[in-house]
């Protein structure tokens, strides 16, 4: 098994990212929030499952092992595969997937694309306590914070990646407007942009439910 990758980002796009390590580039899909810390041709490391099917053999990047961990647990749950894992931790933290299991917390679980009413049930009936406690606090729980003085704007890398997911244009730029209006500002910094990312999900989640 791949546990991780080091090595240079040659590559980003909306839903993956290309790591060469030793003059191999390994193709990894990974989550909006992760591939916004990735910058093309700075280093980089990438903690990865490797996904093996009778046909391909697919590697998922995470920020830390403890996004791997969750990734792998929660496709014990009957029904979920390696991509709607990966979209549970678009929309939230490990520590948000803890709290909604353990609470249980249907609506949460709902707002990831994918994820009906007996899906959400059947997922924190089975996931029980293996994904354990939450480790510490969420620092995604909030919208984005305030923005500096003549900061760039990537608020459309916000909307391309909810685009990306599965929303149309549209819903996507109201959620990131909505998003900076409850924070009180007007772009969205780079370092902000998983911030930014999770709090639209919530946003577009609450409309659907």
Not at 18 to 30: I, M
Not at 123 to 138: N, S, V
Not at 174 to 203: K, S
Request: glycine letters at 12%; charged letters at 20%.
């Amino acid at each position: 098994m791949i546990a991780s990758l080091s090595g240079t980002v040659s590559s980003v796009r909306l839903d993956r990212a290309v790591l060469e390590v030793g003059g191999v580039g390994y193709l990894v899909h990974a989550t909006p929030a992760t591939l916004a810390t990735l910058r093309v041709g700075e280093s980089a490391r990438l903690a990865t499952s490797l996904v093996v099917r009778e046909d391909s053999f697919t590697l998922y990047g995470f920020a830390d092992d403890d996004e791997r961990a969750v990734f792998e647990t929660v496709q014990t749950v009957s029904g979920v595969g390696p991509r709607l894992a990966l979209a549970m931790l678009a929309v939230h933290t490990p520590d948000a997937l803890r709290r909604a299991v353990a609470g249980p917390d249907i609506p949460a679980l709902v707002r990831v694309p994918g994820i009906g009413n007996k899906g959400a049930q059947r997922i924190a009936l089975e996931l029980g306590d293996k994904l354990g406690a939450p480790t510490g606090t969420d620092p995604a729980t909030g919208a984005a914070p305030a923005a500096s003085p003549q900061a760039e704007d990537r608020r459309d890398q916000v909307v391309e990646a909810l685009v990306g997911l599965g929303w149309n244009v549209k819903a996507a730029d109201d959620a990131v407007a909505t998003v900076l209006a409850q924070a009180g500002v007007d772009v969205v910094e780079a370092a902000d942009v998983a911030g930014a990312l999770r709090a639209a999900l919530r946003v577009l989640g609450g409309q659907r439910g």
